[in-house]
């Protein structure tokens, strides 16, 4: 048995109000006059209010990140192309946006340094060399891409992240100002990334201590939160902010399960959006995760959130089989969730009659 | 108002066992022949079987360290010397032990690298110069040394710690099966460090929603631990550790209070160690912390404890007044616990009457 050396993000600042001290936080780590590449969410383009707020200095540019689909590999290798051509060289790449905005500013920071396609360091440790210094700055909290050593993305060939010792942010930037005012469904979906992950991994057969302590937290944050306080305030952008940090740091000994290997399948063939496919699987799994589910669907009716429904009807049997195929390709998922014999609990019928559900 | 920017720890291994994956952590980290250090706690000289599962290599040396005393500059300057003298330059420090070894090897790794004494960085952000590598592996948890980013020194003129960005362990290697073992007294003393510290944090005017969630969570951990667990066992040190892990970690932004406060008094005179100081402080502090100090009672109680009692019994009057310059003088604890007009609540006569009931 081996335990995962975990590599933590290196400088967190929380606090209402952080977002202004990056222009200090910056200074240090600008190299010549090599700009500071700011990613924003296209959430953001026209907003003349925030984007004044960005500390911009001598060559710095903003990039607003189209997070229509989530990233892919050709659009990671296209803005680093074009950051190579218009500066050659860039002293960082600080992501303010969402969990897409972050794994898009893990992954061109990555390329800045390194050769190729990121395609060809989607998998594990496969990126051998350093990236340019990197930032995160979350606009919307559940992902816990703030803090994981993965930024997913969407390849030629498969959807799969760029595990590395190199890919976590240098910096992190945790100001709960910042995700005030999200829409409430866009962030209930968001939130449930980290809730559903907590359930998965908390249920499961791969934990430690370390990520129960982590990931007991996290839930217990998400239930305050969602069940117990009578209307959101600024206490609750602060916890939710907490708990998908906490979340994030629960993944390093711990492994997701059902909910996320279905959505997976969703994600692929019909692009569904990692938070809100979660929310559509897990909605359904009852016979998996009987409290949590019912937990949940006692959090979707207090805050009135539209499930998707009948997302999969008039598929195709080629198209039910491509998901199903997707989705029991994620061997550890499964076997966290269902144990070492899940190839027999979990066929191929009773996958595609899950799907159906959907 | 800003908030600090905190540097965490870059790498951290947790798991029963983890201890055995030292030799392949540590390889990459060797610079050439320069050797390995590891400094532990002179508790385990003598015990062969603990010697052997040292991954020694080539130069590498095992320096017991002597923790009778809390660490003292002079100490640190001298085994620093003796490296330097011995081996010119060293490729890292492992610091196996408690809290105090914890902090010897931060500060010895640093004054490899930087030159005068220890004394010289007594401070805030003194240091300017990175040390050689350096890793902690606590075998005693409580303290939250592992993460933190100071080391405490006792120096000719203060017991003050080297806080800096360049303090925190490059690694902290978290295996609960370590812990297992230690005399239960001390074993209390150092776990009430953390509890002590998250009833003074949660309580202060010092704390926002990063603090506040380590802190509740080391807590609720302290409490499954100490008061609901029927007898000691595998799962408690895995809490334990993950209790001083957390508490560290929730030091951030919060600031401890009365108990810390009143026991730098006893250290200084009386050479208190930090762990059972608290305690003794602690159990006398009902009117400032009610509840944490009746489930404290409970947990003495339940665990068949000592506490000293009577030790400031026969003091001179010139004594009890360095207790009391040497407590007054930490003013932000005071007013973390007190609030701004704490000079006017803890007048010099109350301190005096609150010492004399140690």
Redo the contacts between chains.
Sequence with gaps: ??????????????????FD?LDE?LAPRRQGDAPMIFFIDHFFQGNEAFAKRIPLRGKDKIVYIDVTDEPKTKYVDKVRDDLKAEFGEVSGIIGIGGGSVMDMAKAVALMMKNPGSSADYQGWDLVKVAGVYKVGIPTISGTGAEVSRTCVLTGPTRKLGMNSDFTPFD?IV?D?ELIKGVPVNQQFYTAMDCYIHCIESLQGTYL???SR?YG??ALR?CQEIFLHKEQWDD?AD??L??AS??GGMSI??SQVGVAHAVSYGLAYLLGTKHGIGNCIVFDKLEEFYPEGVKEFKEMVKKHNIDIPQGITKGLTDEQFNIMIDVSLGMAPLWENALGKDWKEQMTRERLRALYEQL
């Design positions: 048995m081996k335990f995962r050396n975990f590599k933590m993000v290196d400088y967190v600042v929380f606090g209402r109000g952080a001290q936080i910096q945790l709960p430690n201590a370390f302590s007991e937290e944050l206490d602060e916890k902010m907490m940090y906490a390093a000994y």
